[in-house]
């Protein structure tokens, strides 16, 4: 008898289902159509990326030799900085932009990804 209840429940469930299949997609589809809507109007995508480079030398105890080591490594961080916002690495990086499935990077230009790169250095960190 428990059996036949659970039958005539499934068989009330699918008569349900079918009596409201129509609205059941509809309303599938229009909840989607609103999302796509919110994240492409909507929703601003932004894109960050944080690259830290150590320059670790050892320590001395000459302060002259102190001094050109930190001129050094200011120089070295001075030269990473010219080479990521090199023309190269810049035709490079909008080549690859384009090429993803991304709208949002089909128009990007190279001075776009200049400004967008921020390089800082401070003295003693």
């Known amino acids: 008898m428990n059996q036949l209840i659970d ?5 009330v469930l699918l008569m349900l289902v079918r009596r409201y299949m129509l609205l059941i997609v509809a309303v599938t589809i229009v909840g ?13 995508h932004k894109y960050s990326s944080v690259t830290k480079i150590l320059v670790d030398r050892k320590t001395d105890t000459d302060v002259a030799k102190q001094y050109v080591g930190q001129q050094a490594d ?15 690495i810049m035709k490079d990086a909008v080549k690859t932009l384009r090429n993803t499935d991304d709208s949002l990077f089909s128009n990007v230009r ?8 921020k390089i800082e250095h401070s003295g003693q960190s």
């Open 7 to 11: 039958v005539q429940r499934v068989r």
């Open 32 to 44: 989607a159509g609103v999302g796509v809507m919110l994240d492409k109007m909507i929703i601003s």
């Open 74 to 88: 200011a120089d070295v961080i001075e030269t990473y900085s010219d080479i990521i916002t090199s023309p190269k």
């Open 110 to 117: 190279e001075s776009d990804l200049v400004e967008a790169i």
